[in-house]
């Protein structure tokens, strides 16, 4: 496996995102294709909630709403929750954010336990140092049935910047101790959505 070089960053200062978001600055955006194609492997949208972590600008929240999803986007940084408030004012009540800082246990425990249809993580799961105790709360925080649904990039795949990926074994890692797992391809050498379920 290729390691990092040297001088490239491994992580992103929490203060970062906070700027980041702040400035109007997003990511990578979803199409419809990718909404299409990962709805697919998901619960039905009827009645069904969701939450998604690391909303950002809320794109991909706002479209998983328009699915038909009740969708509750969380972030860690609040001008990304008040970005997605101030963007998405027509999607309520289908869509609502909040921050969240996915790492506080007793601050995601205030969720609910068997609280969500579906968890999403878009091209945020690699961020987290302790991905272990990331899939525990998920995992709670999902009903029977439920799924859990990560999109990245595979370290594999990048030449540079691969502290935003997982590696092969990550991926495994990730996948153990669900009752089923599926992944699609978004694109051919991009983007991967590994839908987990409960």
Not at 57 to 66: E, I, T
Not at 127 to 154: C, H, M, N, S, Y
Request: with cysteine; glycine share 10%.
């Amino acid at each position: 496996m290729a390691t990092a070089d040297a001088s490239e960053p491994t992580t992103v200062p929490l203060a970062g995102w906070e700027s980041h978001f702040a400035d109007g600055e997003g990511f990578r955006a979803s199409d419809d294709r990718e909404l299409q194609l990962l709805t697919q492997q998901l619960p039905s949208a009827a009645g069904a909630r969701l939450l998604d972590v690391g909303c950002g600008l809320g794109g991909y929240a706002a479209g998983l709403a328009r699915w038909g999803y009740d969708v509750l986007a969380v972030d860690w940084a609040s001008s990304a929750v008040a970005a997605v408030r101030d963007r998405y004012q027509d999607l309520v009540p289908n869509l609502t954010a909040q921050r969240l800082d996915f790492t506080d246990e007793q601050a995601v425990g205030r969720l609910g336990a068997d609280a969500f249809d579906v968890v999403t993580m878009r091209l945020v799961y690699p961020f987290f140092t302790d991905k272990r105790k990331v899939a525990e709360r998920v995992r709670r925080l999902l009903r029977p049935g439920g799924a859990w649904a990560v999109t990245t990039p595979l370290a594999e795949r990048l030449s540079a910047r691969r502290y935003i990926a997982l590696s092969v074994g990550e991926v495994g890692e990730l996948m153990s101790g669900w009752d089923s797992g599926a992944w699609v391809d978004l694109e051919p050498g991009g983007l991967r959505c590994i839908v987990l379920r409960r």
